[in-house]
C-alpha cells in the first residue's frame, strides 16, 4: 500500500529565508505527488502536482517541487518566504489505481517569524 | 460559484446520537470524498464516490455511513456517535480521476465534538 512521510511536525523560519518541507513516499511505481497547503480554518488547496516528465515542478505561490527517485522523496520548496506561507503543508500520493483517492502525510506546520 | 459546501460547520454531539454531515458541489463533479482530520495524522480517507449511486470504502470507514443518491451531494452519517468520532471533517470534488487532473476542491470544513 502506498504510505507518506513528512518527518517534520513543525518549522519555524525567518521571513526572506529559504524554505524546504521533506515528502518521502512509498509506493512500487512511479507515484503522482502532490502538495496542498490548508490556511487557518480553512480547507486545502493545491499548490503543484508531479504527474511524468520534468522532474522539477512549479506551483502557485512561488513554491516548487523536485522529484527524486532514488530518494523517493519529493520536497517542496521556496526561495525567500512571506509571512501569509504561514500555514499547514500536507504531501499527498495517488498510486493505488484500485482506490482513486489521494493519500496524505501527517502535515508540516510552518511558522513565519517576522 | 461556491464549490464545494459542507453543512453544519460547527456541531456537538453526545454519545449515542446520530447526525448527517452534508456535502453540496456545483462543478458537476464526478468524485467525491470524505475525509477526517486529526492532529498529528493529516487526513484519513472515510468514504468515496465515484459517481452518482456509487460508493466505497477508504482508510477509516467503521462507524459511517454515506449516500450519494445526487451527484451534486454527499452525505456522511454517523449512526451512534463516539467520542473517537471527535474531529474535523472535510469534503472534497474533483472532476475526474486525479491522475488525470491532480486536484481536489476541498469544503472548508464541519467541526464534530462528540461528548
Known amino acids: 500500500a502506498q504510505s507518506v512521510t513528512q518527518p517534520d511536525i513543525h518549522i519555524t523560519v525567518s521571513e526572506g529565508a529559504s524554505l524546504e518541507l521533506r515528502c518521502n513516499y512509498s509506493?512500487?511505481?512511479?507515484?503522482?505527488l502532490f502538495w496542498y497547503v490548508q490556511s487557518p480554518g480553512q480547507g486545502l488547496q493545491l499548490l503543484l502536482k508531479?504527474?511524468?516528465?520534468?522532474?522539477l515542478v512549479q506551483g502557485i505561490k512561488g513554491f516548487e517541487a523536485e522529484f527524486k527517485r532514488s530518494q523517493s522523496s519529493f520536497n517542496l520548496r521556496k526561495p525567500s518566504v512571506h509571512w501569509s506561507d504561514a500555514a499547514e503543508y500536507f504531501c499527498?500520493?495517488?498510486?493505488?489505481?484500485?482506490?482513486?483517492?489521494?493519500?496524505f502525510g501527517s502535515g508540516t506546520r510552518l511558522q513565519v517569524q517576522p | 460559484n461556491a464549490g464545494v459546501t459542507q453543512t453544519p460547520k460547527f456541531r456537538v454531539l453526545k454519545t449515542g446520537q446520530s447526525m448527517t454531515l452534508l456535502c453540496a458541489q456545483d462543478?458537476?463533479?464526478?468524485?467525491m470524498y470524505w475525509y477526517r482530520q486529526d492532529p498529528g495524522m493529516g487526513l484519513r480517507l472515510i468514504h468515496y464516490?465515484?459517481?452518482?449511486?456509487?460508493?466505497a470504502k477508504g482508510e477509516v470507514p467503521d462507524g459511517y455511513n454515506v449516500s450519494r443518491l445526487k451527484k451534486q451531494n454527499f452525505l456522511l452519517g454517523l449512526e451512534s456517535a463516539a467520542p473517537s468520532q471527535t474531529s474535523v471533517y472535510f469534503c472534497?470534488?474533483?472532476?475526474?480521476?486525479?491522475?488525470?487532473?491532480?486536484?481536489?476542491?476541498f469544503g472548508e470544513g464541519s467541526r464534530l465534538t462528540v461528548l
Open positions: 472534497a470534488s474533483s472532476y475526474q480521476r486525479l491522475a488525470s487532473t491532480g486536484e481536489l476542491f
Open positions: 509506493y512500487g511505481a512511479t507515484p503522482y
Open positions: 508531479y504527474f511524468s516528465g520534468d522532474t
Open positions: 499527498a500520493v495517488d498510486g493505488d489505481t484500485g482506490r482513486r483517492a489521494l493519500t
Open positions: 462543478m458537476n463533479h464526478e468524485y
Open positions: 464516490s465515484v459517481g452518482e449511486g456509487t460508493t
